[in-house]
């Protein structure tokens, strides 16, 4: 029974510790996810969307019909072994075990997607706002529930917002 234990010891570490890192897994709504990929912020081919806590991997699958290129991060290895399996035949789908906030966008990125607590869209806002410095362009960002504070959308559809972070100049001395 000792191994049983164990099992079920370790799932609910997976499944627990993420909450001091991020928000704890719950999926987006798939349909709310896929109107807003179609009339909130049509996806193209050219597409390369980041899912910051990709969970079972809806996101990136819902993406790659579109024809985007997809990317997800997440902390928790048995979302990620299932988010894998369940692209497994999906070339544009990449996942990726990591934290999300410890790495930098791929330099294609043109669209992020963050399913977060309130808790931590400030810290959102600004790591979007220092990437689009360190790429040197646009970048926009889905929110699905929480809206930025002092920050205006430049779209909304139900639950999710859209924003775009343009990259700030650098004065020179
Ligand atoms: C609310 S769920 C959203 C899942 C998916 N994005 C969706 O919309 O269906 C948040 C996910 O982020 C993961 N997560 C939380 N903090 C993270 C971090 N710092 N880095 C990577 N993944 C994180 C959790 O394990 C969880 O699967």
């Given at each position: ?42 996806l193209r081919k050219s597409d390369v969307v980041i899912d910051?806590?990709s969970?079972?991997g809806v996101i990136l699958r819902l993406a790659s019909r579109k024809g985007a290129r997809a990317v997800g991060y ?6 990620v072994l299932i988010s894998r399996f369940l692209s497994r035949r999906d070339e544009r789908v990449q996942v990726r ?9 791929p330099e294609d990125t043109t ?63």
């Amino acid at each position: 029974m000792s191994w049983l234990f164990w099992i079920v010891f370790g799932i609910i570490l997976a499944f627990g510790l993420v909450v001091f890192r991020g928000a704890p897994y719950v999926p987006s709504h798939r349909r709310q996810v896929e109107r807003a990929f179609t009339k909130l912020r049509p996806l193209r081919k050219s597409d390369v969307v980041i899912d910051a806590g990709s969970g079972d991997g809806v996101i990136l699958r819902l993406a790659s019909r579109k024809g985007a290129r997809a990317v997800g991060y997440e902390l928790n290895p048995l979302l990620v072994l299932i988010s894998r399996f369940l692209s497994r035949r999906d070339e544009r789908v990449q996942v990726r075990l990591g934290d999300f906030w410890r790495v930098s966008l791929p330099e294609d990125t043109t669209l992020v997607y963050g399913f977060m607590v309130e808790r931590d869209i400030k810290k959102m806002a600004n790591k979007m706002q220092q990437e689009a410095n360190r790429l040197g362009r646009t970048l926009e960002f889905i929110s699905y529930g929480s809206s930025i504070p002092e920050m205006k959308a430049t779209g909304q559809l139900g639950a999710h917002h859209l924003y775009r972070f343009e990259p700030l100049q650098r004065t020179e001395a």
